[in-house]
């Protein structure tokens, strides 16, 4: 075979690979939001019934950043920072625990979003409700970072 006829059945034949090679790329990509989607939303069906959270699935050392200013707003450098740091001081701050509301959820890479309401009552009574949007990324099946956007007004009202 000469060049020629070569070069010309391999010129057929490469976008023909590329195209495989692309949508197995993008096969994966799609199994890999599919898993990480299910994971999340899992997790926070769990938290509505009362039966776990959303905070199961972080890795030990995750990274999660409360965005904004309130007392409780800062980057923590690990589950049992977040914990000690965040959830206790609110959930000490309320009688019922928060139950989540979830408005959206995307996925994109090994990135999932989720947009959510919270409502509790809070220990003097009052209804504490609050919208989040959490940016979480994934790897292996577990939360290994968070930035997590909140109504701090609404959360600094609870943390007086």
């Known amino acids: 075979m000469n060049f020629r006829t070569y070069f010309s059945k391999v ?4 976008p023909v690979l590329l195209l495989l090679a692309f949508t197995a790329q993008a ?10 989607t299910a994971l999340v ?12 959270s959303v905070f199961d699935l972080l890795a030990e050392d ?5 965005a904004g200013v309130s007392p409780v707003s800062d980057t923590y450098n690990s589950k049992q920072a977040l ?4 959830v206790e001081p ?4 309320l009688q019922t625990a928060i139950t989540p509301t979830v408005r959206h959820l995307i996925a994109q890479g090994n990135s999932v979003v989720v947009l959510w309401d919270g409502a509790a ?16 990324v994934m790897r292996d099946g577990r939360i290994t970072q968070v930035t997590a ?11 007086k």
């Open 11 to 14: 010129r057929y034949l490469l």
């Open 27 to 36: 096969e994966s990509h799609k199994s890999l939001e599919d898993t990480n």
């Open 41 to 52: 939303q899992q997790a926070f069906e769990n938290w509505q019934q009362g039966r776990g």
């Open 62 to 66: 995750a990274q999660w950043t409360v």
């Open 83 to 86: 914990v000690e740091g965040a």
């Open 90 to 93: 609110i959930h000490a701050r």
């Open 121 to 136: 009552t809070a220990m003097d009574g009052a209804r504490y409700a609050n919208s989040y949007a959490w940016h979480l």
């Open 149 to 159: 956007f909140l109504d701090t007004w609404a959360l600094t009202e609870l943390m």
